[in-house]
Nanobody
């Protein structure tokens, strides 16, 4: 499976962007999809995750209320809709897939995600 990420760009503070991550093969029902980001000089950070089967979601506190992760089963695509963007949201954003055969809960740990897409730059100007 390969992941194709798109949708990054330059936006002013308060603006919106929608990131897309499309898998080259169907996502299995027990998989989780996640979005992470890495700002310059900082460690990679969890942003949001979703269970493919039920679309249960998990967000980092700093994006709650401004960001929505969703999926389109037919398109094998997960989205990250980001609104009210802030300069501190500036980062390279990555999507990732986690196999979850034991159906454990959503996690914020990137180490548990086994497949990563290429990053897309999101820059929010003040």
């Amino acid at each position: 499976v390969q992941l194709q990420v798109s949708g990054g760009g330059l936006v002013q503070a308060g603006g919106s962007l929608r990131l897309s991550c499309t898998a080259s093969e169907p996502i299995l029902s027990n998989y989780h999809m996640g979005w992470f980001r890495q700002a310059p000089g900082k460690e990679r950070e969890f942003v949001a995750a979703l269970t493919w089967r039920e679309a249960r979601t998990l967000y980092i506190d700093s994006v709650k209320g401004r960001t929505t992760i969703s999926r389109d089963n037919a398109k094998n695509t997960v989205y990250l809709q980001m609104n009210s963007l802030k300069p501190e949201d500036t980062a390279v954003y990555y999507c990732a897939v986690r196999q979850n055969p034991n159906r454990t809960p959503l996690t914020t740990s990137g180490a548990l995600f086994h497949l990563w897409g290429q990053g897309t730059q999101v820059t929010v100007s003040s």
